[in-house]
């Protein structure tokens, strides 16, 4: 058998390719989704490729059940080698409009569902003195946008976390990663599009520069094929010495060094006019 890599999120984009690319790969894949329901397309892409997946249900926001159900995978597969922390979504809405109970909520999937996993896969990984834990982060970790502050800030709470995760595990043969994708073409964008409750509504103070938002990101965003962050992760799960860091698409390397070089107030200006809030 292959080595043993857990994906969270398996439902539809990036965890879906990555189950099937890894497992095309060699790896042993056990992909999860909280809801089994919505298999039939992981199932339809795994036949097609002609490669077997270990389908289970897991929610990664049950924080309680996480060890328990990893205990489980490690006495039925032997090992616990790759944890892909994938399973995420996002709320769109001025931060002004935004819950606290919708800000928590964009909090327990992006930030705990992924810290829950990691503190469950710690004890089995520094055991077997290995493994590798890939944070599907986003480039709004490192660059934070207008109406995603939630999401951003999620993703920048992870970044933070991960990188002194790093630091901390790294004697213990367990490598840490960060994978930043720009955008590309998947469910978050469409179907499983968010927006807060105040947000989409005439009341909002910012009910016109959101519906020009929105247009944006509908129509003016290039959205990249996904299967390029797929196959990202089987070559960091292959590598035995990764990075920390992987900005995935030519937008996140853009923005990321556009953001760094130019001086605040152009950069800005430039953002207001670009996703049309101004
Ligand atoms: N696509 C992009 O442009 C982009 C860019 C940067 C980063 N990302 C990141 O990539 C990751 C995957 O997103 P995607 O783009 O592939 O979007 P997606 O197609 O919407 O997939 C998100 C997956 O996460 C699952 N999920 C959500 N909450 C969950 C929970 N509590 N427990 C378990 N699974 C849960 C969803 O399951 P359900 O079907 O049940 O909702 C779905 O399988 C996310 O962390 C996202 O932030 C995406």
């Not at 205990?71 to 616990?80: A, I």
């Not at 840490?176 to 909002?204: C, F, H, M, Q």
């Not at 103070?205 to 959101?210: F, S, V």
């Not at 990202?232 to 010495?241: G, K, M, S, T, Y």
Request: proline share 4%; net charge positive.
């Amino acid at each position: 058998m292959g080595k043993v890599a857990l994906i969270t999120g398996c439902s539809s984009g990036f965890g879906l390719l990555a189950a099937v690319e890894m497992a095309r790969a060699g790896f042993d894949v056990a992909a999860t989704m909280r809801n089994l329901e919505k298999r039939a397309l992981l199932d339809a892409a795994a036949k097609e490729a002609g490669v077997g997946l270990d389908v289970r249900r897991l929610d990664v926001t049950e924080f309680d059940s996480l060890p328990g159900f990893l205990q489980q995978l490690v006495r039925d597969r032997g090992s616990l080698d790759v944890l892909v922390n994938n399973a995420g979504m996002a709320v769109s809405g001025f931060a002004e409009d935004m819950l606290l109970a919708e800000i928590r909520r964009q909090f327990e999937t992006n930030f705990f569902g992924h810290v829950a996993m990691t503190k469950a896969a710690l004890p089995i990984m520094r055991k077997q003195r290995s493994g590798h834990i890939i944070m599907i982060s986003s480039i709004s970790g490192l660059v934070a946008q207008p109406a995603i502050s939630s999401y951003s800030s999620s993703k920048h709470a992870l970044e933070g976390w991960s990188e002194a995760l790093r630091l901390e595990t790294h004697s213990l043969g367990i490598r840490v990663v960060l994978v930043e994708p720009g955008a590309y073409a998947t469910d978050i964008w469409e179907k499983n599009v968010v927006l807060g409750e105040r947000v989409n509504t005439p009341e909002s103070p910012n009910y016109e520069r959101i519906q020009r938002f929105v247009q944006f990101v509908q129509k003016e965003v290039p959205k990249r094929d996904p299967h390029e962050v797929a196959q990202l992760i089987v070559r960091i799960a292959q590598d035995p010495n990764p990075r920390l860091r992987y900005i995935a698409g030519t937008d996140a390397h853009m923005g990321y060094w556009t953001k760094r070089f130019l001086p605040w107030k152009m950069w800005e200006k430039m953002i207001a006019r670009y996703t049309k809030i101004g």
